[in-house]
């Protein structure tokens, strides 16, 4: 059973930082068959939008509210994500959910509430 579990959520200033984590583990038969990693984000009535996800090679694509100011790494291991959040703004305040896409199945994370506010 794949798990994806998310750490770093919480409260900061504006123009403050952030830093989003997500680990993917359980029965990936190696770290090759993940994909992509990435990060969504959902506020109250609208659509999960993506804010940013990166490939098994490392490519990288951002939602451009979002560039220049949010960086997505993943560790040499290849099951863990982390999302870089700088500049943060009060539009970036809503709850964000890890991505994985392994084996041609999605998985998601429960959500971490990210809190943008003086």
């Known amino acids: 059973q794949v798990q994806v579990v998310e750490s770093g959520g919480g409260l900061a200033q504006p123009g403050g930082s952030l830093r989003l984590s997500c680990t993917a583990s359980?029965?990936?038969?190696?770290?090759?068959?993940?994909?992509?990693m990435g990060w969504y984000r959902q506020a109250p009535g609208n659509q999960r939008e993506l804010v940013a996800i990166?490939?098994?090679?490392?490519?990288?694509n951002y939602a451009d509210s979002v560039k220049g100011r949010f960086t997505i790494s993943r560790d040499n291991a290849g099951n863990s994500a982390h999302l870089q959040m700088d500049s943060l703004k009060p539009e970036d305040t809503t709850v964000y959910y890890c991505?994985?896409?392994?084996?041609?199945?999605?998985?998601w994370g429960q959500g971490t509430q990210v809190t943008v506010s003086s």
């Open positions: 991505h994985v896409f392994a084996g041609g199945v999605n998985y």
């Open positions: 990166i490939g098994y090679y490392g490519n990288t």
């Open positions: 359980g029965k990936f038969y190696t770290t090759h068959s993940i994909d992509s």
